[in-house]
């Protein structure tokens, strides 16, 4: 006979179904590969399935089942992956999953047990999905599931501490001025001297980083280009090892990697994507593109502890900022909860501690200063 707690449980169960079918049936939208949008809605239609069944349970205990809706987290991820795309988000839903897969460990019910072995495979599904930005090989997803590490810069986590480090610095730095002098010009002029030197610090930092990765990228590729002239036994029986360690009998790679040798127009993608891990078209992205990312996002967050002092000064502008930048530092930590899945409050107002700790700090330094040269 059930009681609360298990009728809690399911609940529980329940709810994580509903968000990864939403997440998933989202990403098969926005995707552009065919190969991984139809993974996407096979994994939705499994979380679908898993659903349905804790709502059996329920219904059979009585239990007047709330409306079917994602959670805030869930709602966040999905407007994220509809803005940005896939790629920006399923490095974080993919760590997410790899935790969650683990939540029916320990559930005595015969379901929780199948629906344990079910997760752990989307779990490693979603990782080599994370690695092939170019899409699956067609008809190997059964066969690849489980042999990947998760790949993959998580965009929307640089984002998110991007932000911070502005608000971060900037709030210090200001409150560092402010308890020396408390004259508005100079923690202007302080303030805007450092979102310029910090944020052209950052995407200076990134445009180096993704440049040189493009120029390494670019050389590996005419390196393969070569071997494949020169070696091209070589190359294939390499490739087959791949198709192997990904879970392929060794006949099947070896039929595979000559079938994909004898494409000669794409062999060199293919071994670029399979290899080297290298999307040829994309390079790593734009360095550009990630230069003014990175700027943009350091300048954002700094603009919360400036923002007061353009209208006012004093004691009030110091307490505005510090105000505006506790809101602005309680949104970071609850952005961080996308990728932890702590509480809210708990990763909301630890950062906005840690940020207001770090302001007191510079303000009494500024302070000490302040009275030793007057």
Do not use: C
């Not at 959670?71 to 509809?82: Q, Y």
């Not at 080599?128 to 990947?148: D, F, I, K, N, W």
């Not at 105000?323 to 949104?331: N, Y």
């Amino acid at each position: 006979m059930a009681n609360n707690k298990d009728i809690e449980r399911y609940l529980v169960n329940r709810q994580k179904e509903i968000d990864g079918a939403a997440l998933y049936r989202v990403l098969a939208e926005t995707e552009k590969q065919p190969q991984l949008a139809e993974v996407y809605n096979k994994l939705a239609a499994s979380e679908e399935k898993h659903a349905a069944t804790w709502e059996k349970k329920l219904t059979h205990l009585k239990v007047t089942l709330p409306p079917r809706k994602p959670t805030w987290r869930a709602a966040t991820m999905i407007w994220l992956a509809k803005r940005f795309g896939p790629q920006f988000v399923l490095p974080t839903i993919t760590a997410n999953e790899k935790v969650d897969s683990q939540a029916y460990d320990g559930q005595s019910d015969e379901e929780a047990k199948e629906f344990s072995l079910d997760e752990k495979s989307h779990a490693r599904l979603l990782a080599m999905a994370g690695q092939s930005s170019g899409g699956l090989p067609g008809g190997t997803v059964a066969q690849l599931e489980g042999r990947h590490k998760a790949g993959g810069g998580n965009a929307l986590r640089a984002a998110v501490l991007g932000a911070n480090d502005g608000l971060v610095s900037i709030l210090s730095l200001t409150m560092g001025v402010a308890g020396a002098t408390n004259s508005r010009p100079d923690i202007l002029i302080a303030g805007l001297a450092g979102v310029l030197a910090g944020a052209g610090s950052m995407a200076l930092g990134e445009w180096l980083s993704v440049q040189s990765s493009r120029e390494l990228y670019e050389h590996q590729i005419k390196i393969e280009a070569e071997e494949i002239a020169e070696s091209p036994e070589e190359e294939q029986e390499e490739l087959a090892l791949i198709y192997q360690s990904k879970g392929l009998p060794e006949d099947r790679a070896r039929d595979l990697a000559a079938h994909m040798m004898a494409d000669k127009d794409s062999i060199l993608d293919t071994l670029a994507r399979e290899e080297l891990g290298i999307d040829p078209e994309e390079l790593g992205g734009s360095a550009y593109e990630a230069a003014f990312t990175s700027f943009f996002l350091f300048a954002f967050g700094a603009l919360f502890p400036m923002f007061p002092y353009f209208f006012w000064t004093g004691t009030l502008a110091i307490g505005l900022s510090l105000s505006v930048s506790a809101v602005g530092l309680f949104i970071i930590g609850a952005a961080i909860t996308l990728m932890t899945g702590k509480s809210v409050w708990f990763s909301g107002s630890r950062q906005v501690l840690v940020g207001i700790a770090a302001a007191a700090l510079t303000y009494g330094i500024g302070k000490l200063i302040g009275v030793s040269v007057g």
